[in-house]
């Protein structure tokens, strides 16, 4: 079935970029999602890549897609410590709202 | 608007007794989804809802669980009984038309 996986940790020092990647098997998805998850909150849509789109960028973030080796990054510039969070990758194909997520990348960022 | 709001944010039980969780979703939203978040399985979606209509619920682990719609505005999740298996965090999501989701602070559930 359709899977989405993801690295657990990434640590980076504040200042730094960051970069969470993320693979998928269902090559019919239509959209690739970035959610974030702040600790005792719920998840928040961050950004989103159209599937016929290789680059995103909007403002610190940026995503790229390589739909070949389904494969999918964010990169977060100039990392700050209000960026640690869980951050999930999820594909959808942007009809019936099952998206299947990964199981997130834990974040630190060091000061 | 408020965002989708849950109640409680906190729930401990003992096991066997009903648990009732509820949600608000975002005004004008018509797609309403309930998910599970554990440490081993991570996001599980476990029913969701489109025009107050349960669409697919799959998910749901078990006859314990169920959940109801009544109305645009308003939406419950219920177990019993409940197990300490079924301790995890409960997040209501809602979305308009689209897989762009607003999720609620969830509840912690913790059945011991």
């Known amino acids: 079935g359709e899977d989405v996986e993801q690295s657990l940790f990434l640590s980076v020092r504040e200042g730094d970029s960051s970069v969470i990647n993320c693979t998928y098997t269902?090559?019919?998805?239509?959209?690739l999602y970035w959610y974030k998850q702040e600790p005792g909150a719920g998840l928040q849509l961050l950004t989103y890549i159209f599937s016929n789109m290789d680059m995103k960028q909007d403002q610190r973030l940026t995503v790229l897609l390589n739909k070949k080796d389904k494969h999918l990054s964010l990169r977060i510039a100039d990392t700050q410590t209000g960026d640690s969070a869980i951050y999930f990758c999820a594909e959808g194909d942007g009809n019936n709202r099952k998206l299947i997520w990964g199981l997130g990348t834990s974040l630190a960022v060091n000061p | 608007d408020a965002g989708v709001i849950q109640s409680p944010r906190h729930e401990v039980t003992e096991m066997g007794q009903e648990v009732t969780l509820r949600c608000k979703p975002i005004s004008g939203h018509n797609s309403l989804f309930w998910y599970r978040q554990t440490m081993m399985r991570g996001l599980e979606l476990l029913i969701y809802f489109n025009n107050n209509v349960p669409i697919d619920d799959s998910g749901m682990p078990e006859d314990r669980f169920s959940a109801k719609m009544p109305n645009a505005s308003f939406s419950t999740l219920k177990i019993q009984p409940s197990e300490p298996r079924d301790s995890a965090v409960y997040f209501c999501?809602?979305?308009?038309?689209?897989?762009?989701?607003?999720f609620g602070s969830g509840t912690q559930l913790s059945v011991l």
């Open positions: 269902d090559s019919s998805s239509t959209y």
């Open positions: 999501a809602s979305s308009s038309n689209s897989e762009k989701l607003f």
